[in-house]
């Protein structure tokens, strides 16, 4: 082929795929446009939604290839304190974050631990916690809360959450717009933990992973919660049940399940029925090797988590 022919339709190819980038950003450039709105309102009970250069909402988040550390916030349309990216998240001041709200009451941030009061929200968080506590809920943080510049920050997502207002994380103009600033705060501990579902939980997390890391507590909950909720697993509906279940532990048999549950047991509970799994979505767990039909998904200290093969 002449090189001349080949230049020309390089060039060609070139210029349509710059149209095509050009078109997939004016998408998101339209800002809070009925077609914005559209792409939020497919997922009606997401706050924070990640969208990628294909206008879409991912799930799973998209692989971080941008390695800017930070990125501008814009809080009902005005521009808001920038965010951190953290493990691959956006991090937000928590003070900053309130008063772009527009919430009024009491806040206290030494930088390495924070609580506050406002807009029907109780929080209270510290640094190197992997967990906040948010009207007596508890919510997992893996990057953990940081202290950036004196003040302490939190996820966006896990903040969106908390106030149930509504945010999404624009990866392709690489920005965090918060576009529903009315709070719907989250539903309050009491209301929301079973306390059956609680006490069963911690006894068998405190049964079963005595001694253990408190990610190995975490995942033993993980397994109950996944079978609880997993169609293979009939007659299995509860966390008693699940426990109680013909032939499955051994802590039934010899009474170690009846034993008081210490409180990072009673912690690692209520984290794992608030959804909190590191396993993958294993629903077995052994001190040792299952076999062939088995497949380990993580390890922590002495325990093993297992999923079918």
Do not use: H
């Not at 508890?138 to 996820?155: Q, T, V």
């Not at 576009?179 to 719907?184: A, G, I, K, N, Y």
């Not at 006490?199 to 005595?210: E, G, K, Q, T, V």
């Not at 052994?286 to 390890?299: K, W």
Request: proline residues 4%; aromatic residues 10%.
């Amino acid at each position: 082929m002449d090189s001349r022919w080949f230049v020309k339709i390089a060039a060609i190819v070139c210029a349509v795929c710059l149209a095509m980038g050009v078109m997939s950003q004016t998408v998101f450039a339209r800002g809070d446009t009925a077609a914005q709105s559209e792409y939020l309102a497919e997922l009606p009970e997401a706050t924070f939604v990640v969208l990628g250069a294909d206008a879409q909402p991912a799930s799973p988040v998209p692989e971080i290839t941008d390695n800017r550390q930070a990125l501008p916030l814009y809080v009902g349309g005005k521009r808001a304190e920038d965010c951190a990216v953290i493990g691959g998240e956006p991090y937000v001041g928590v003070a900053a974050f309130m008063q772009a709200l527009g919430l009024e009451g009491e806040i206290i941030d030494y930088g390495t631990a924070l609580s506050l009061s406002m807009g029907g929200v109780r929080l209270s968080a510290q640094v190197g916690q992997a967990w906040l506590v948010c009207n007596d809920r508890y919510l997992y943080l893996p990057n953990e809360a940081r202290d950036l510049g004196g003040a302490l920050a939190l996820p966006v997502e896990t903040l969106v959450k908390c106030l149930g207002v509504t945010a999404y994380w624009d990866r392709v103009l690489w920005r965090v717009t918060v576009t529903d600033t009315d709070l719907s705060p989250l539903e309050e501990g009491e209301g929301y933990y079973n306390e059956s579902d609680v006490y069963w939980l911690s006894r068998m997390i405190s049964a079963m992973a005595d001694g253990q890391p408190f990610e190995a507590k975490l995942s033993v909950g993980s397994v109950c919660v996944n079978r609880m909720n997993s169609s293979d697993f009939p007659g299995q509906n509860t966390i008693y049940d699940v426990v109680f279940a013909k032939n499955q532990f051994s802590i039934v048999t010899n009474g170690m399940i009846y034993n008081v549950p210490d409180d990072t047991s009673v912690l690692a509970a209520k984290l794992a029925l608030e959804g909190c799994d590191l396993t993958g979505g294993a629903m077995y767990l052994s001190g040792g090797d299952l076999g062939a039909g088995y497949r380990q998904t993580v390890r922590f200290g002495d325990l093993r988590f297992y999923i079918k093969a």
